[in-house]
């Protein structure tokens, strides 16, 4: 009896996988009202969302959209940030990349270059250019001038704190504009005790978060002039590496195996008390309001800022079409619609990241009331700039092979300074930078 | 090899008759090849042809781009690769890791396989037991390592503190022990078809020899070194090569575990040549390093085969 009833539910799940097949590809032939002079589409989207608000935000969105767009079915899929580049490099090469492509603009400088974007530039509606500025626009612009994809949401670098360990250890919450590095590491310093480190700090993958954190300090790393880029690395580059490593082994106030660990390795111990600060992406919040146990309480510090300011680089999210793709002008309607400032505003709360878009940034704010460390973030998120690191060419595989395992090195208190800085040099002129 | 040992045990008559079938007026050799087609299509189509494309796509310029064109730039690649320091550094790591995991895997599942061949109690369920890490795709063992050797909560370094010994060390993530512990992981993971091929193997000794000896006089040391293994070495021969192809080119516990980290201390060559083909696309030079590998590979075999033949016949 039972094993008859796992036939027929077997069968059943055949049949409807075959149909799913049959009419997939159709994009609903028998349900077109308007069909448009190419006759209905469909597209395939492969979001990254990771989070389950920001997963439902963005079915939500693209369930409006095909509501509205009976001809333009666009197709959900679901892809994951650990291994997004592999599998584009492996589908751009086969021919079977999804048509609208969700990614960050550090990792899709690349394929600009490789010519498997679409330029969205005749696509695009006024109110979306103009909705973000033309900083953040210049980290999605190709050599060539096209705009390879839609700026979507940022992230920035903050300091997450228990203000539990704040009130046991007597140390009021530092408020202001901006947190100065001095200040910070005091702060680290006064926080350490009893075995408990002021700091945990996810640094598995330092060279993302020393490129960002080093604008600060006016360290930028790279000239590009026109397709080739020279390296200089000086005391500003060398800055943000040369205090974690004196607050590692000086200090002793940042616990050195969180430095070996991934950012989500390191949040139990920011949970349990061992970490009285946590730093990461702001996006963490989410999981800090999802996961953190009954009764932890936290805040977001002010931005962290060095000599020259606050500033972080602007490594927006992007949206992009495949150039191959059959449907490219379908596609950018579609971005175009996702880039509104009511969908960013969504997915913004759902992810705590920074819409790239100000109107959706003031909608952000009206709706969360600048509460949970909503401000904060924000704010932080006004002085993000484009980086020049973003349009080094080589700047992933040097990225990889050589800056990775030198700072893990560095940080890991096996190398000097100095090394640090031969090893960052020549490996630029050894990926042929 | 493998033909010697498999041919030994057969009588004389049998492959003169063998072979009159096949060479018969009916041209049967003819018909046969017709009847071995439908099982080497599969093979040509889904293992030689790759395999070729492979070997051939060393020798371009194969690049990610949109409609790149690939031409031929015969040994450039390899030039080129004579010069990358840090292939060749991964490529040391590799043959630490490969031949390490070989020889420590040999040396506990020989131990492990003459202590399941004994009479002892439970037999059957310590044997099957043995097992179950082959039971396990790589990636579910590399992720049940990384929570065991997680340097906070891990229960390795749990159990290492109840014992009195410190428990603070950072496995995966320092420097000096990263390689170390992949290595043990590796060891782990590949132990059950070793075991159980020596397994198999023990269960082939004669009983009337380990019994001559001991009337001999032959204690249980001399019965091990001159009865149990000059019989079992071709199984040994047989499983430590496989075993080194196989650790050489394993490739998803390390990925897993520590993705070549820290510091690159763990970059074995397969994950090298995955990050240059499918990080950076330059498919033309990943090949090429995938083709220096199987030469490497080949030579190794070579001089232990030949070694090994060696051996036996004086």
Redesign the interface.
């Known amino acids: 009896m039972k094993r008859r009833a796992a036939l027929a539910a077997g069968a059943l799940a055949v049949a409807g996988v075959l149909t799913g097949c049959a009419f997939g590809g159709g994009g609903g032939t028998s349900s077109s009202q308007e069909p448009s002079a190419e006759g209905p589409v469909t597209l395939t989207f492969q979001s990254l969302a990771f989070q389950d608000t920001t997963i439902a935000a963005t079915k939500e969105i693209v369930d409006s959209w095909n509501k509205d767009h009976p001809d333009i079915t666009v197709k959900l899929q679901q892809g994951s940030w650990d291994n997004v580049?592999?599998q584009l490099?492996?589908q751009?090469?086969g021919g079977t990349a999804p048509d609208i492509i969700h990614d960050e603009s550090a990792d899709i400088a690349?394929f600009a270059n490789?010519?498997?974007l679409a330029d969205l530039k005749p696509y695009l509606s006024d109110d979306v250019v103009n909705a973000v500025s033309k900083d953040v626009w210049s980290t999605v612009t190709a050599q060539d001038g096209s705009v390879v994809a839609a700026p979507t949401l940022m992230q920035t670098y903050v300091v997450f704190a228990n203000t539990d360990a704040f009130a046991a250890a007597g140390v009021p919450l530092p408020d202001g504009k901006e947190l100065s590095w001095d200040d910070f590491q005091a702060l680290a310093k006064k926080l350490t005790a009893d075995g408990k480190y002021g700091i945990g700090w996810g640094l598995?993958s330092p060279t993302a978060t020393v490129m960002n954190l080093a604008l600060g300090f006016g360290g930028t790393f790279f000239d590009n002039n026109g397709g080739s880029s020279t390296i200089h690395v000086g005391d500003a580059e060398l800055e943000v590496p040369k205090r974690i490593n004196e607050m590692t082994y000086s200090d002793k106030s940042i616990d050195p195996?969180s430095l070996?660990?991934s950012g989500s390795?390191v949040l139990?111990?920011f949970f349990d008390g061992?970490y009285a600060m946590y730093v990461g992406g702001n996006y963490v919040a989410q999981q800090l309001t999802e996961s953190a146990p009954k009764g932890f309480h936290w805040a977001v510090l002010p931005p962290l800022a060095g000599s020259e300011g606050t500033m972080q680089a602007a490594n927006p999210q992007t949206m992009s079409v495949a150039?191959?793709s059959k449907h490219v002008k379908q596609a950018a309607e579609f971005i175009d619609y996702f880039m509104n400032p009511t969908n960013q505003a969504k997915l913004a709360e759902g992810d705590w990241l920074i819409p790239a878009s100000a109107p959706a940034r003031e909608q952000v704010a009206k709706d969360t009331e600048g509460k949970n460390g909503w401000s904060a973030m924000l704010a932080s998120g006004e002085s993000l700039t484009a980086a020049p690191f973003q349009s080094a060419a080589n700047y992933?595989?040097w990225k990889?092979?050589y800056a990775?395992?030198?700072l893990?090195?560095f940080l890991?208190n096996?190398i000097s300074a100095d090394d640090l800085k031969k090893q960052l040099t020549d490996g630029w002129a050894?990926v042929g930078g | 090899m493998s033909t010697s040992t498999l041919t030994r045990p057969v009588p004389p008559v049998a492959p003169p008759k063998r072979r009159r079938r096949n060479t018969g007026p009916n041209g049967g050799g003819r018909d046969a090849w017709l009847l071995v087609l439908p099982a080497l299509i599969p093979v040509v189509l889904f293992s030689v042809y790759p395999l070729m494309q492979g070997i051939l796509l060393g020798f371009t310029d194969s690049k990610?781009?949109?409609?790149?064109v690939v031409s031929f730039n015969g040994l450039e690649n390899y030039a080129r690769l004579a010069g990358n320091?840090?292939f060749w550094n991964s490529f040391r790591i590799g043959l630490v890791w490969a031949f390490g995991v070989t020889a420590l895997q040999f040396l506990a599942s020989l131990g492990l396989a003459l202590l399941l061949n004994l009479d002892l109690k439970f037999r059957g369920v310590a044997r099957t037991l043995a097992l179950v890490p082959w039971a396990m795709p790589p990636v579910v063992i590399a992720i049940m390592w990384r929570l065991m050797l997680?340097?906070?909560?891990g229960p390795i370094n749990e159990a290492m503190r109840t014992v009195g010994f410190p428990g603070?060390i950072?496995w995966?993530?320092?420097?000096s022990t990263a390689l170390p512990a992949v290595i043990v992981v590796g060891v782990w993971a590949g132990m059950p078809q070793t075991t159980i091929t020596l397994l198999a193997g023990l269960q082939n000794v004669p009983a009337e020899l380990h019994e001559a000896a001991a009337i001999d006089g032959a204690g249980v040391l001399h019965r091990f070194w001159h009865v149990t293994l000059p019989a079992l070495r071709p199984i040994i021969v047989a499983i430590t090569t496989l075993d080194l192809i196989w650790n050489f080119n394993s490739f998803a516990l390390v990925f897993v575990l520590t993705a070549g980290?820290?510091?690159?201390q763990t970059m074995l060559p397969m994950l090298f040549a995955y990050?240059e083909?499918?990080?950076?696309?330059e498919?033309g030079y990943a090949a090429a390093m995938g083709n220096v590998m199987v030469i490497v590979i080949s030579v190794f075999l070579f001089l232990y085969l030949r070694g090994q033949a060696r051996s036996r016949l004086s």
């Open positions: 580049h592999d490099v492996t751009f090469q690349g490789q010519g498997y598995k195996v070996t660990q390795d139990p111990g061992s150039a191959e992933p595989q990889d092979q990775t395992p030198s893990q090195k890991a096996n050894a | 990610a781009g949109l409609n790149a320091e840090l997680n340097p906070s909560y603070d950072n995966l993530g320092s420097f980290g820290p510091g690159g990050n083909a499918f990080r950076y696309g498919f």
